[in-house]
């Protein structure tokens, strides 16, 4: 299935936090909290400015972003759990990952 957000939703999929502490104890997982750190999988056009045009979004698909710990919809799409949030929800990408990406 295809899914494409509207106006300035994004579709992400959560990325999985390390299991470890830097001090080497395994977390289990549940005690685990909800990853904050995603890939976006799916950008709308983006918003209406004041004047009706749209404005394009700053995040793109492929791009690894922060976001807060109760931001955006939970929803399941083809049995992957995924988010579904504002571009404003969204708190930074993280560049250096993505640079690394596309070095690859």
Do not use: C, Y
């Not at 045009?53 to 929803?75: H, N, Y």
């Not at 579904?84 to 690394?100: H, N, P, R, T």
């Amino acid at each position: 299935m295809k899914f494409r957000p509207l106006h300035d939703r994004i579709l992400v999929r959560r990325i999985d936090a390390e299991e470890k502490t830097a001090g080497g104890i395994i977390i289990p997982d549940t005690a685990k909290e909800k990853p904050q750190q995603g890939e976006v999988i799916a950008v709308g056009p983006g918003a209406r400015n004041e004047a009706g045009q749209i404005v394009a979004l700053d995040v793109k698909v492929g791009d690894r972003v922060l976001f807060g710990k109760w931001s955006g919809t939970e929803v399941k799409i083809d049995g992957e759990d995924l988010l579904i949030m504002k571009e404003s929800d969204i708190m930074g990408v993280l560049e250096e990952i993505a640079a690394q990406k596309k070095a690859a």
